[in-house]
């Protein structure tokens, strides 16, 4: 397929956020033209992403990690800890990567950072083409799709990669629906300095309103994700930096000593989102473009990564065996590969959200119960340490250390 440049292009990826970057890194090293198009996001990203076992794993296969692994922390040990003062509280549950023969359960890394590493590895790939600008129209044809730009190119291919986020025009291009639902819950994110170190520690702490995530970043340092009811939004966001970081320092019971927020701080409204199929039209969608569910557990991006390591692994395997990389039969199979392990996280976790919010006591008992049997009985946390790191479900190759 060619564009108006004549460059001939095999895939083409929209949205060059952390999965698109993933996906178009992963077919353009294992030899497939590719062209990545992305505009820059509106606002800096100041998140954190905990990259969980397999997803560093991918990067390393990609010569991504050696780029950023300098600016990660490791995570040896997550703790939740019940701090919703209720009748029938969970106990404090600890898991430790060791006790499943992990050095860490991944690593905690600035998405700006990690960004920044994809950026560079893409650059350095001869096969993949970047160009900064925005997507107008996608339309699916028999043997192509045709992709315009703002600044007036049309580029065609036979497979297009749909990493272009929440409101994803591919995925409206491509007539797939999305089922979506607002929690009263809004995110603050914010990075701060703290005096006491966090022995790679994370800690989640569980409040009525949601969780309160204090993750390691590499020296003194480590990332705020607190949830909260939009009401409280608005008066946290009039806060000073001195206030908000005494506020943090509250919240976090000074487990971290003295905090002091960065100057940067992110809201997002919390929704949980599931597309109601993950390609169609020669159209793949991946990423938040496929699915949204809310910052507890690490989940988010981790699986934005699977999905774009397993949409490489098909179009490779497809072009290798001279089969129609967008073809049917790969779109079929990415959606029942990608099908099991979004649903069965999104699941779990819109569960675990709910079951904070609820003031239901039979609920909060449940919970209660839940948290203290993984607790006490030890098969039982370690199955659910390996399920939160790796999934049952079927791992793309590059998750298990395998090239494309
Ligand atoms: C508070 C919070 C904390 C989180 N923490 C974690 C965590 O610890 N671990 C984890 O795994 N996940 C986490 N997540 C989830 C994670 O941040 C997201 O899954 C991830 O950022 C989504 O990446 P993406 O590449 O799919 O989308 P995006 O980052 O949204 O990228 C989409 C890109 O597409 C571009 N784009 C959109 N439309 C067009 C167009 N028409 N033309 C060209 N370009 C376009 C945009 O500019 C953008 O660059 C968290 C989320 C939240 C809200």
């Known amino acids: 397929m060619s564009d108006k440049q004549g460059q001939k292009s095999s ?38 992403t905990a990259l969980l076992s397999g997803s560093v794993t991918a990067l390393e296969i990609l010569g991504v990690w050696p780029m950023c692994a300098a600016q990660a922390a490791p995570l040896r040990v997550m703790r939740i800890v019940d701090d919703t003062g209720r009748l029938w509280r969970a106990p404090q549950v600890k898991f430790a990567a060791k006790e499943i023969d992990l050095d860490a359960f991944g690593y905690n890394i600035e998405n700006q950072n990690l960004v920044a590493a994809l950026e560079r590895r893409a650059r350095a790939l001869p096969l993949l083409r970047l160009i900064e600008d925005e997507v107008l129209s996608v339309v699916p044809g028999e043997v192509a799709v045709t992709v315009t730009l703002r600044t007036g190119g049309t580029l065609q291919a ?17 007539g797939i629906e999305i089922d979506e639902r607002a929690y009263k819950q809004v995110a603050l994110t914010v990075c701060v300095k703290h005096s006491r170190p966090h022995r790679d520690t994370s800690t989640e702490f569980h409040t009525p309103s949601g969780p309160f995530t204090l993750v390691p ?18 008066v946290i966001a009039t806060l000073s930096d001195v206030e908000l970081s005494a506020e943090v320092e509250r919240a976090s019971h000074s487990i971290l000593g003295k905090i002091e927020v960065e100057p940067w701080r992110g809201m997002f409204p919390l929704v949980v989102a599931t597309a109601r199929g993950f390609a169609s039209e ?5 990423g938040e473009a496929a699915h949204i569910i809310p910052p507890i557990g690490a989940q988010g991006l981790n699986l934005g990564l699977r999905d774009a390591a397993t949409i490489g692994e098909l179009a490779i395997a497809a072009q290798r065996l001279g089969h129609d990389i967008g073809g049917s039969d790969v779109l079929a ?11 069965s996280r999104t699941f779990a976790i819109d569960l675990l959200n709910r079951t904070l919010l609820t003031d239901f006591l039979p609920v909060q008992g449940l919970r209660g119960l839940g948290l203290y049997m993984i607790d ?19 791992q793309p190759r590059l998750m298990r250390g395998e090239v494309l």
């Open 11 to 48: 895939a083409i990826v929209v949205g060059g956020g952390p999965a698109g970057l993933t996906a178009a890194i992963a077919l353009a090293g294992a030899g497939l033209a590719t062209v990545l198009i992305g505009k820059r996001p509106a606002k800096a990203d100041n998140r954190t």
């Open 158 to 174: 036979p497979l297009v990669i749909a990493a272009d986020g929440r409101r994803s025009l591919c995925r409206a291009a491509a």
């Open 217 to 234: 970043l590499p020296g003194q340092r480590s990332s705020v994700v607190w949830v909260f009811d939009p009401i409280d939004a608005d």
């Open 282 to 286: 020669r159209i793949a969608l991946v």
């Open 333 to 343: 199979a990415y959606d029942k590969m990608r099908r099991t392990d979004v649903g």
């Open 376 to 394: 006490r009985i030890g098969p039982l946390r370690r199955a659910v340490m390996r399920e939160g790191v790796a999934p049952a479900a079927v």
